[in-house]
């Protein structure tokens, strides 16, 4: 059987970072960096990734785009690859990279391997939603979505494991899709994004002396946190639910449907706002006690700040810092970059009330001491 | 051993100076204190120990040991009637082998593939226990009969939902105690009631009036023992199960696997989850410490993802037609998922797993079968025999296993006196029940197995008329 | 001792054995019994009328029939088919010992297997003694009053604890209110289980960056709902929680108890004691510090000694001793009562308390040297192989009788797991090895500990057959990830056991879910 895995590189994701620069989108950025001496990374971490694959020979058809894009990276790791589409001449961009993604979509791939950072990330999501799996090779300097891989290496073996099928060890879970707008963090003003979730392969880990999916029960001990919350819900009390999978099991007990990447207000077991915008939010507080529920967010571990904006400095003050539920998954708090939690809300005193030790409830009757600290 | 000229400890191979200096000197250290320059000095002890002379000469320790253990009486040299949850039964000499082989006794963990045989032997425990009962789920050994209990009762509370288990007023004071601590106390958000069933004065069995009484929809399971805590077999295991079926209650049957070549499988009368002892299984009584437990069920995943027990099962290997056995369902137990595991898991009995398989392989249908039919038999003499003697009255006259309640209230002495009489002359009586029943007044719990003989069991009852005349 | 093609030769014995169930003959018998005397058959009759009839069995078991020589082959075989600690085994956190033969034949004898624990306490008088005696032993090791053994296990003791801190704080009123036991991640697993089992919620320490959580994390954690604090120290990554003192006091002030976890007591025994640090309660393995067989998993004990302000609490019977005779107390009003039948795994703790008498206290205190020495020799030696890696590889103090490694670098240049290092290691005659405990906070974790045991040629043994892994990792990877090739069987296909159409724990399920008499 013949299995069709595209490959996506952005050729000049990566380059931002060992000259200063927080990502390369747009041209002039790129410019700077190709000024202050940036090397391409992408191919390189790509080729690694291509090579440490152990793909079946005569069963793989990889398609790519020519060039750059892909075409030589995968020839240079011994691979021949099927060419399906050009980028326009000059710089990739954006563009590229979704019309690439979209050709592979009609091409039914089984998987999309690709190497850049959060924005490549985004503009291949944009394209194929939760219909291809997708995998990252990471290279970009800022990486706050969960789609990658620990290293190229990695990514490629388990992308090749993935598309060769019946391995028990591998399984498909969701990962958040963020980025952060660039241009408004060069100007010191951030913003991120929830796009959304996509299925990505994972390596659902043996334990010891046999093998069993701790991931499945991780996934079942935040449903049951899920129902214990939703149960223990006090009338007349304003939720306020953050966005994410993780506070989606809530609303689900509610019988409830949220909007994944917004944020929703529960009132008496009712949806009385969903996506909330910051100014939804103020005026439901007005006259209520309130609660936030909120998840934690992207591969760095964002309580607030980013892809939650809306759950502004004001709201979290209005609620108060005492009334915060905070509920993550054991796998992701340990996997935290830094062993912290950050706070984003653009409000140095918040940041530093918010500052300290938190419980973070990751099953029923079961919190774990998680340090937060400003971005 | 003299400071000047330190010999080498048997058990430690690196206990050499010039060892211990080579090692020392590979990684650049002057002195193992410095290795531990990690705690704090003011956490230090800041003496040596005090503790009994070293005795590091085998011959030295084993001949203390053999002196201190010289004080003991035995069931060997004595002639015990002693059971209540410990039983003397026949070992056979291959268990003992079995359990002495040093791969089987020193063996942690492992692999499946380095580790085989003793996998395959755990399958083959399992595999046995769940012919007994006729069941298709068997998972590892516990602790003991009331760890087993205790914990089908915190499964069917999770699979019910609900926080309440009716159990046997005539039940065993020890497994019952353990239970209740697995049951929590009432201040515990996830407490599960125990509530106690009254029996029939007459025949020692539960009384279905009062368990009709006492069953509501608030009831996780309903819990009873075949043979009970004081010997009965529970004849009235269907209706028991069809009470509680009706009220979506779970059936928990505590058994004795080696009364199940002559008694019916608890799958036959109803039973949702199997639980019993180990221990009659080829494990000698040990002090106690030869207590075990098992739980069984039918093979449903209703079951088998509430099992807080390590789970063996077969599996293909990567070489075609081969065969071997994993750990199955592990993400369930307190090994992969921390608090939210179905109760714990750690060490627990595995080694009875070993003489088990031995056990029912060696005895097999036929074994079974005629142990049962001479034990049953054995014990109905024994209380016949007692029952005529003047002063003694068998409490519950029918409908017994290996066990029975002789009571000596016409004797106008207490258990205590009447044991203590017993003992002087080389046999161990039955367990007093007086402190745990006080309705059953001055009551004995005597056991008769394979063991004995009727030359016993006429002695015994020789002695106890010398005693009450 | 470099090891390159030096590597002694093993393969496990193969039998191809097959599944008891499977063995026999119809009409076989491997154990039979005496006759029913007659006198008793006149007396009560054919057996089968003494069983009421709605009770009697009338199908067999479908157990083998086989002869004795056939069921010992059998058993022999599969022994030999369990590689069980005849090579070198460095199980971290299992602290493997010796497990002395003259404690199996003492524990064999019938002064110890053959006695029943309801017997008169007149007649165990020498199993009683060796009981206090060694409850004296352990009382000096650790500064605690009074020492039991019923739990089955370390992580019944740790049972046993979460069981009377309901009672301490039932007894104050406070039980309702002190719902929460405080543990680290780095904790066993069976802390919180149990703690979680008796009822508690779970309050998690997460590691700060110098390997153990800060005070100020604990500072956080603690409050008028703290009842206990489940710790052990140091952990398995071999670090020692300097702050220990201050933790103990922090708790106290709260009102919450302290319990000390002694699974990593080899590397500090005599070194300093649960008391002085300010601890209530402590536990220690007897089947990993004290010498007694694993079994492959128990029989165990968990030994569990506490203060007089606890003592009252405990499971009953204690033995006691009144200077001329010794005792089992029950009479003890305010005792959690059982947490298993009857008064602990006897024969183990006869073995540990010939294993302390064997040891002394000069040898306690030098097996503590040895495996801290042990270990950090190990350490150099490991950590000079390519793709190996250490936890918290900036502290750069020496470890305590364990250091945890990471294979994340192997695994990300040659894809070779930590899983695949360890079945590889079964074909040197070397037992896998212990990773970590659920969950991993380091990747591709391996933990060995050296002990006092084993000597220097075996540990060096060791990390050569980890070097020769290393190096097949990097130049035939595909030698690795197929391994284990010198063992009794090949290594298992892992989807069957999470199916619930095809695991089989028994043979009843096996052969309803694959065909009668059908293998694999």
Redesign the interface.
Same mark, same amino acid.
């Given at each position: 059987m013949t299995v069709r895995v595209g490959l996506i590189v952005n050729p000049i994701a990566g380059m931002g970072g060992k000259v200063g620069l927080k990502g390369t989108d747009g041209e002039a950025t790129l410019d700077k960096a190709r000024a202050l001496g940036a090397e391409p990374l992408a191919n390189t971490r790509a080729e690694a990734a291509l090579a440490a694959a152990s793909w079946q020979r005569g069963t793989l058809e990889l398609l790519t785009f020519a060039g750059d894009m892909g075409e030589t990276t995968a020839t240079k790791a011994g691979l021949e690859p099927t060419v399906i589409g050009n980028s326009r001449a000059g710089a990739s961009d954006a563009g590229d990279t979704a019309a690439a993604a979209r050709a592979m979509l009609e091409r039914d791939v089984g998987l999309i391997l690709f190497a850049g950072g959060d924005g490549t990330a985004r503009d291949i999501f944009q394209v194929i939603g939760q219909e291809v799996p997708v995998l990252g090779i990471p290279t970009g300097v800022k990486m706050h979505s969960a789609v990658f891989a620990t290293g190229p290496a990695s990514a490629g073996r388990l992308a090749a494991e993935y598309l060769r099928g019946g391995t028990a060890g591998i399984g498909l879970a969701d990962a958040e899709i963020m980025d952060i707008d660039e241009e408004e963090q060069r100007r010191n003003r951030l913003s991120a994004k929830l796009f959304g979730y996509a299925r990505v392969p994972f390596e659902r880990r043996a334990l010891q002396y046999a093998k069993a999916a701790s991931h499945v029960s991780g996934q079942a001990k935040l449903d049951a946190l899920g129902r214990d919350t939703a149960a223990g819900m006090e009338q007349d009390v304003l939720y306020i639910i953050g966005p994410g999978s993780t506070t989606q099991r809530l609303l689900q007990h509610l019988g409830l449907e949220g909007s994944l990447l917004g944020v929703d207000v529960v009132l008496n077991g009712k949806a009385v706002v969903r996506d909330a915008s910051e100014a939804d939010l103020l005026q439901a507080l007005d006259g209520h006690e309130a609660r936030i529920i909120s998840g934690v967010i992207g591969g760095q571990g964002f309580l607030f700040g980013r892809g939650n904006q809306q759950i502004s400095a004001g709201v979290i003050r209005r609620v108060g810092v005492d009334n915060l539920m905070v509920v993550a998954a054991v796998e992701k708090l340990i996997a935290l970059p830094t062993n912290r939690l950050l706070v984003d809300t653009g409000d140095s005193d918040l940041d530093a009330d918010l500052s300290g030790f938190m419980r973070v409830h990751t099953g029923p009757g079961e919190t774990m001491m998680l340090a937060v600290a400003a971005a | +051993?003299t400071a000047n000229a330190p010999t080498a400890?048997p058990?430690?191979?690196?206990?050499v100076p010039d060892?211990?200096q080579? +090692?020392?000197d590979? !990684?650049g250290?002057s002195s193992?204190e410095?290795?531990?320059?990690? !705690?704090?000095d003011?956490?230090? $002890?800041k003496r040596?120990?005090?503790?009994?002379?070293? $005795?590091?000469s085998?011959a030295e320790?084993?001949r203390? $040991?053999?002196d201190?253990?010289?004080?003991?009486?035995?069931?060997?040299?004595?002639l015990?009637f002693?059971g209540?949850?410990?039983w =003397?039964h026949h070992v056979?000499a291959?268990c003992?082998?079995?359990?002495?082989?040093?791969?089987?006794?020193?063996?942690?963990?492992?692999?499946?593939?380095?580790?085989?045989?003793?996998n395959?032997?755990?399958?083959?425990y399992?595999? =046995?226990?769940?012919?007994?009962v006729?069941?298709?789920?068997?998972? +590892?050994p516990v602790?003991?009969?009331?760890?087993a209990a205790g914990h089908a009762i915190?499964m069917a509370s999770r699979i019910t939902g609900r926080h309440e288990v009716l159990v046997p007023a005539l039940s065993?004071p020890?497994?019952l105690?353990?239970i209740?601590?697995?049951c929590?106390?009432d201040?515990?958000?996830?407490?599960i009631a125990v509530v106690p069933v009254g029996y029939d004065a007459a025949t020692g069995l539960l009384d279905l009036d009062d368990l009709k009484a006492k069953i509501s929809p608030t009831t996780a399971a309903v819990y009873f023992e075949?043979p009970s805590y004081v010997g009965l077999?529970?004849?009235q295991?269907?209706e028991i199960a069809a009470i509680a079926r009706a009220n979506g209650a779970e059936t928990i049957v505590g058994v004795d696997p080696i009364t199940?070549?002559?008694?019916?499988?608890p799958a036959d009368?109803g039973a949702d989850i199997v639980v019993g002892t180990t221990q009659p299984l080829g494990v000698?009584?040990?002090?106690?410490?030869?207590?075990?437990g098992f739980i069984a069920s039918r093979?449903e995943?209703k079951y088998?993802h509430e099992y807080n027990t390590?789970?063996?099962?077969?599996?293909?290997?990567?070489?075609p037609? =081969?065969?071997?056995?994993?750990?199955?369902?592990?993400?369930?137990t307190?090994?992969?998922?921390?608090?939210?595991?179905k109760?714990?898991?750690?060490?627990?009995?595995?080694?009875?797993a070993?003489s088990g398989?031995?056990y029912?392989?060696?005895?097999?249908?036929?074994?079974?079968?005629?142990?049962?039919?001479?034990i049953?038999?054995?014990a109905?003499?024994a209380a016949?025999?007692l029952g005529a003697v003047k002063g003694a009255r068998v409490v519950f006259p029918?409908?017994f296993f290996k066990e029975f309640v002789v009571n000596f209230d016409d004797a106008g002495t207490s258990v205590e006196e009447i044991?203590?009489s017993l003992?002087a002359g080389g046999i161990?009586g039955g367990?007093d029940l007086s402190s745990e029943f006080p309705e059953l007044g001055q009551s004995a719990l005597f056991c008769v197995t394979?063991c004995h003989?009727?030359e016993d069991i006429d002695r015994l009852a020789d002695a106890l008329q010398e005693v009450l005349s | 001792m470099s090891g390159n093609g030096t590597l002694r030769n093993y393969h496990a014995a193969v039998w191809d054995e097959p599944v008891v169930m499977e063995m026999g003959h119809h009409g076989r018998r491997g154990m039979v019994f005496p006759d029913i005397d007659e006198a008793v058959t006149a007396a009560v009759g054919d057996s089968e009328s003494l069983i009421p009839e709605e009770m009697r069995r009338h199908d067999r078991p479908a157990l083998p029939e086989m002869s004795e020589p056939e069921v010992q082959r059998h058993y022999l075989h599969l022994s030999q088919e369990t590689l069980g600690m005849m090579g070198v085994s460095l199980f971290g956190t299992c602290t493997m010992k010796y497990n002395s033969r003259i404690n199996e034949l003492i524990g064999a004898r019938p002064e110890v297997a053959e006695t029943h624990p309801l017997q008169h306490e007149d007649t165990l008088q020498g199993t009683l003694e060796i009981i206090h005696n060694f409850d004296l032993i352990l009382r000096e090791l650790s500064g605690m009053d009074q020492f039991v053994f019923q739990a089955g296990g370390g992580a019944d003791a740790a049972y046993t604890h979460v069981c009377v801190t309901r009672a301490y704080h039932q007894a104050r009123g406070q039980l309702a209110q002190r719902n929460e036991i405080v543990t680290s991640i780095q904790a066993h697993p069976c802390n919180a289980a149990t703690a979680a089992a008796a009822g508690f919620k779970i309050v998690t320490l997460m590691l700060d960056d110098n390997g153990y959580p800060s005070l100020d994390a604990l500072k956080a954690a603690v409050s008028d709902r703290t009842a206990a604090l489940l710790i052990n120290n140091p952990d398995d990554m071999g670090i020692y929680n300097p702050d220990i003192k201050e933790w103990v006091n922090i708790v106290h002030e709260a009102g919450g108890l302290c319990f000390y976890d002694h699974a990593n007591f080899n590397g500090v025994m005599s070194k300093l004691r649960a008391r002085e640090l300010g601890f209530d309660a402590c536990m220690y393995m007897l089947h990993k510090t004290f010498g007694t067989p694993k079994a492959g998993g128990g029989p165990a004990v968990g030994a569990y000694g506490c203060t007089e302000e606890l003592a009252e609490f405990l499971p009953c019977p204690v033995v006691t001793f009144d200077g001329e005779t010794y005792h089992l107390d029950e009479d003890r009003p305010n005792s959690i009562g059982r947490v298993r039948e009857f008064w602990g795994n006897v024969p183990q703790i006869v073995k540990s308390y010939s294993w302390s008498r064997a040891m002394g206290a000069e040898g306690i205190c030098e097996a503590a040297d040895l495996s801290v020495l042990g270990n950090n020799y190990m350490e150099k030696r490991l950590l000079e192989i390519p793709g190996i890696t250490k936890s918290q590889p900036h502290l750069n103090k020496w470890r305590m009788e364990m250091t945890r490694y990471s294979l994340e670098k192997l695994k990300e240049d040659t894809g070779v797991t930590t899983f695949d290092v360890a079945n590889r290691m079964v074909d040197f005659g070397i037992d896998a090895y212990w990773l970590a405990h659920e969950p991993w906070l380091v990747p591709e974790p391996f933990t060995p500990e050296a002990g006092e045991m084993y000597s220097r040629e075996d540990l060096d043994h060791w990390v050569d057959v980890l070097a020769r892994i290393s190096h097949e990792a990097y130049t035939d990877p595909e030698i690795v990830k197929t391994a284990p090739h010198n063992q009794a069987i090949a290594k298992i296909k892992a989807e069957p056991l999470e199916d619930p159409e095809k695991w089989a724990m028994t043979w009843r399920a096996y052969k309803r879910k694959y065909g009668a008499g059908k293998e694999t």
């Open positions: - | +051993m400890h058990y430690m191979a690196n206990s060892i211990k080579e +090692m020392l590979a !990684i250290v193992v410095e290795l531990f320059e990690q !705690i704090p003011d956490h230090r $002890l040596g120990l005090s503790l009994p002379k070293q $005795l590091r085998e320790l084993r203390h $040991l053999v201190l253990l010289s004080k003991n009486a035995t069931c060997e040299q004595n015990s002693l209540a949850g410990c =003397q056979p291959v003992d082998e079995m359990v002495g082989r040093a791969e089987f006794l020193t063996n942690v963990w492992g692999s499946p593939s380095s580790d085989h045989g003793r395959q032997t755990w399958f083959e399992c595999s =046995q226990i769940g012919e007994l006729k069941m298709d789920m068997v998972g +590892m602790y003991s009969y009331g760890c915190r065993d020890e497994r105690s353990v209740r601590n697995y929590e106390p201040e515990m958000e996830s407490h075949s077999i529970e004849r295991g269907e199940l070549g002559v008694l019916k499988a009368y000698h009584m040990n002090c106690g410490g030869g207590v075990g093979d995943e088998v390590l789970n063996i099962s077969i599996a293909e290997t990567e070489r037609g =081969q065969f071997g056995f994993g750990l199955s369902c592990a993400h369930q307190s090994y992969g998922m921390r608090e939210k595991g109760d714990w898991t750690g060490n627990s009995t595995y080694l009875w070993i398989a031995v029912m392989a060696l005895m097999g249908p036929e074994g079974f079968r005629e142990a049962g039919n001479l049953v038999a054995q109905h003499y016949k025999t029918a409908g044991n203590a003992r161990f367990k394979e003989t009727r | -």
